[in-house]
């Protein structure tokens, strides 16, 4: 009915405009590309400090470029020999691996399934209890990275609060970092992390209609059918956004774990970023730590456009 | 389209600003009249010596050349850190210091890069140039034979092991170990005698970075049959693989951590280790006895980290043996840091002249006592108060007679890490000194090349 009242309208208010186009559209397309000037300084400080840098480092991974040495002062291009390198390098792959169990393990699955988790019991517990737990557990987000490391660093060493409390049930404790060195990350990032899911998700279940769940009720659905079949789907999208933005933020931890193994014992936690770091600057291989630098990157992009994907059917 | 225009303005006029603030900001050192001299170099809470020196020298230097301006930059971080510091800041003009504190396997590697000033020129009108021992002159040396660098001293290993602790075991002092059965045979004892003390501790592993080298395996491969040339062979410049010393010298660690006669794995590759050995366990006499270089009674003197006047009468020094007693009789390493000059410097001259202050002769005399550094200028080896600075200076100084130097080649690092990984895979138990050497050997070859390498 109101399409067919707008539609003579419309073309009506139309005719005039095309009319007079021709001369008139110079001038539009001008109006349109003066829009984009107030985006002109965000483009340029994107350009400048986030292409910049991508494009020395692709640049950078095909050139022998050192940190001190000959090829500090004149590097050459090499084309793809750092990248055959890593290829046979028997580090690669482990470290790919430990990449894998640390994302996977410490984000995908742990920061998720716990940040849910505690959004859900939130929503029904006490409103002190919530105040007071919440504020627990976001202050490991808001921590500093570096004293955030170093508090699981005492937390998790041989003498360490996690032994002493353990001793106190007459158990004696390994030494977390060494023997259990991902497991000690893992549960690191995930103490870390685990509040930006929960706040996340926290503001996801606000946003579930409470009459839907209440129908549910109504219509006979238990506790586990209302979660399963009523609020995930809801709050899918925000799922898929939660784990790419956790995934990409753990892909990328640096700190976390050089300050509480340094990547070892041996190669036992170097992942991709500690393994670009060590051929970089350890080793003064700029050029090979770039070449692990891009690797990363390209495994970021992937990550990036299969959540994007992902997203793009429920926008519609 | 009045209010677009109004913003499109504004946008230009902050980003306007923006670049202006970016340029002033940036130029404003240049317009400064004053010469500006940076110096960088390392400042810890256990290593403060050299920030006495260049404080003491800022001060000196700044009273007699007027209009000039000592910046120092004391940078607190390990010696990897700074020296990845250091080469990050050599890389621009603006950002490279004057004056740095440089190591000797760092020198010929920096200077291929071009970050040193070449300093034949300056050194030959300089007259305390021929104060300084022949070994000091050739440690400054870069691959061309041009001096880079100036020592400011230099270091030696030796054993340092606790008197009580030896007593205990009825070992006879002054123990002097012929061989490597005499450290293994003592080291038994101990553990015999008192049970609860660790015997003999041996840096291993990638936890202590080069230091386990230095502190630790290099003693070993050095005393065995190929001598100096056990880890690199200075004749064919090629690096050694498969030789029967790097095999032996690790089935020695691998003794002394499968006796349990060593620290244990995990406390070994704790970076912090040292701390504990020199806090702890040599003044609580836990430890019979550790290899460490000639500076450790700058730990212990008053002003030091562990500051312990016990150590005077409680600890013991000797020479490293070698593998059976053969010739030359013992093994040490030397390493030592220098000063240079950066090659961007924009007045060399006084950037030399600020230098050549700090390495004079009360300065260097200064700095060699607090920091118990062996002298590397004939005049303050023979000053009276460098001596009696503590009663080790004349042991490790004699130790000069066989220590060895590292080959400081643009891969050193690399292999040095390789070396590590070696000790640490025996220590770990997962690799056996044959299995840990041939993966060395192969992981040596993807480094240098075949044609790098020297079978032995």
Known sequence: ????????????????????????????????????????????????????????????SFTNASLTGVNASNPQWIGFENYLKLVNDPVFPLSIWLTAIFTFGSAVISQNALGLGLALLMQKADKKVTAS????????????????????????????????????????????????????????NLWRGTAFSMMVYQAALNDVPPEITEAAMIDGAGGSKRLLLVTIPMIKNTIVTNTMLISLLTLSVFTLIYVMTAGGPGNDSTTLPILAYKEAFRFSNIGYGTAIATVMLIIGAIFSVVYIRALRPQKD | MKKRASIALSAFAIGGLVALTGCTAGSAPSEGQDKVLKVAYIKTDAFTALDTLFTTTKADFEAANEGVTVEL????????????????????????????????????????????????????????????????????????????????????????????????????????????????????????????????????????????????????????ELGGDSLYDSETSKWVTGSQGFIDSLAFVDELYTEELALTPAQALDPNIWKSIFGEMFPNATLGATIEGSYTPSFWQTGGSYEWPGYVDDMGATVFPTQNGQNPGGVSMSGGWTLAVGAKTADPQLAFDFMAMALSK??????????????????????????????????????????????????????????????????????????????????????????GVIQK
């Open chain 2, 362 to 451: 009360d300065n260097a005399l200064a700095y060699d006592n607090e920091n118990s550094q062996i002298a590397v200028r004939k005049d303050v080896a023979a000053d009276e108060s460098y001596i009696a600075a503590n009663p080790f200076v004349r042991t490790v100084t004699d130790i000069v007679e066989v220590t060895n130097f590292r080959p400081a080649t643009a891969d050193y690092n690399q292999i040095s890490a390789e070396v590590q990984k070696a000790n640490e895979a025996v220590i770990t138990d997962k690799a056996s000194p044959e299995e840990a050497a041939a993966a060395y050997d192969k992981a040596i070859e993807a480094i240098v090349g075949p044609e």
């Open chain 2, 73 to 224: 930059q004391p940078i607190a971080a390990t010696d990897d850190d700074y020296k990845i510091k250091l080469a990050l800041s050599q890389r621009s003009a603006e950002t490279a210091p004057d004056i740095f504190y440089e190591d000797t396997t760092a020198l010929r590697a920096d200077a291929d890069a071009g970050y040193l000033l070449n300093l034949d020129e300056y050194v030959s009108k300089w007259e305390d140039w021929d104060q300084f021992t022949d070994a000091a002159k050739e440690a400054g040396k870069g691959d061309d034979n041009s001096i880079y660098a100036v020592s400011l001293g230099t270091d030696t290993r030796a054993v340092w092991y606790s008197k009580p602790v030896f007593e205990a075991a009825g070992i006879a002092l002054p123990w002097e170990p012929k061989s490597w059965d005499d450290i293994m045979e003592a080291a038994r004892q101990i553990k015999a005698s008192s049970p609860d003390v660790v015997p003999f501790n041996f840096y291993a592993g990638t936890g202590t970075g080069e230091g386990s080298n230095m502190q630790g395996f290099y003693q070993l491969l050095y005393g065995t």
């Open chain 1, 133 to 188: 737990v919440g504020t627990i557990i976001v202050a490991a987000w808001i921590l500093p990275e570096i004293v955030a490391a170093f508090v699981c660093y005492a937390y998790f060493s041989l003498d360490g609060t996690l032994n002493q409390i353990l001793a106190n049930f007459g158990m004696t404790g390994p030494n977390w970092l060494y023997s259990f060195p991902m497991f000690a990350i893992i549960l690191a």
């Open chain 1, 1 to 60: 009915m109101t399409a067919e009242v707008l539609a003579p309208q419309d073309t009506h208010v139309r005719r005039p405009k095309s009319n007079s186009g021709s001369r008139r559209r110079p001038v539009r397309e001008i109006v349109k590309a003066m829009r984009m000037i107030p985006l002109l300084p965000a483009i340029l400080i994107m350009i400048t400090f986030l292409a910049g840098p991508i494009i020395w480092s692709i640049y950078g």
